[in-house]
T-cell receptor
Framework: AQTVTQSQPEMSVQEAETVTLSCTYDTSENNYYLFWYKQPPSRQMILVIRQEAYKQQNATENRFSVNFQKAAKSFSLKISDSQLGDTAMYFCAFMLVMIKAAGNKLTFGGGTRVLVKP | KAGVTQTPRYLIKTRGQQVTLSCSPISGHRSVSWYQQTPGQGLQFLFEYFSETQRNKGNFPGRFSGRQFSNSRSEMNVSTLELGDSALYLC????????????FGPGTRLTVT
């Protein structure tokens, strides 16, 4: 079974600064996807960024970027130029790529609460 | 394109009752997954439906069940409610092939008293 660990329960950052969230995962499989989801106080889960395990290049989405270290099974998220609207819970998630018949399933980490201070 | 919708948004039930939650996926999406979110257990996968068939199931008791209709809308049912079933229930939709992006609805907050 796959597990996802987020070791930082809570982080705070000043507006306009950069914060990095850690995520490690455990799997014996080689073909998978990794995601970061954001859950603001509204509780709506929003996809922030995704990374395919077969891609060496780190994914970037505007102010969000990842550092994917496959050998170390590490997948950190960097938020640059933090904005007040970035205040939320951030979840790291893992999905094994399986044959279609086996379906899709996300395994989540415990989350990191990010507070952006003005 | 409209997002994933879930109804009702809030629900209060009594122990022993049963409840049905509904999820309408994004138009064109054929896969619907359900997750339970609690402060103690975090986010846990319940099950996934694709083309009216359960494709994957998490580690939950048989009191938790679901179904999917021909229009891809899905319902989940919890029978004989327990206090521990109080949670935010999230539904996510995806295209259903091995495409991996899941888009979440706003959730249904269930409180069991």
């Amino acid at each position: 079974a796959q597990t996802v660990t987020q070791s930082q329960p809570e982080m705070s950052v000043q507006e306009a600064e950069t914060v990095t969230l850690s995520c490690t995962y455990d799997t014996s499989e080689n073909n998978y996807y990794l995601f970061w989801y954001k859950q603001p106080p509204s509780r709506q889960m929003i996809l922030v960024i995704r990374q395919e395990a077969y891609k060496q290049q780190n994914a970037t989405e505007n102010r969000f970027s990842v550092n994917f270290q496959k050998a170390a099974k590490s997948f950190s998220l960097k938020i640059s130029d933090s904005q007040l609207g970035d205040t939320a819970m951030y979840f790291c998630a893992f999905m094994l790529v399986m044959i279609k018949a086996a379906g899709n399933k996300l395994t989540f980490g415990g989350g990191t609460r990010v507070l952006v201070k003005p | 394109k409209a997002g994933v919708t879930q109804t009702p948004r809030y629900l209060i039930k009594t122990r022993g009752q049963q409840v049905t939650l509904s999820c309408s996926p994004i138009s064109g999406h054929r896969s619907v997954s359900w997750y339970q979110q609690t402060p103690g257990q975090g986010l846990q996968f319940l099950f996934e439906y694709f083309s009216e068939t359960q494709r994957n199931k998490g580690n939950f008791p048989g009191r938790f069940s679901g179904r999917q209709f021909s229009n891809s809308r899905s319902e989940m049912n919890v029978s004989t409610l327990e206090l521990g079933d109080s949670a935010l229930y999230l539904c996510a939709s995806s295209r259903g092939d091995i495409s991996y992006e899941q888009y979440f609805g706003p959730g249904t907050r269930l409180t069991v008293t």
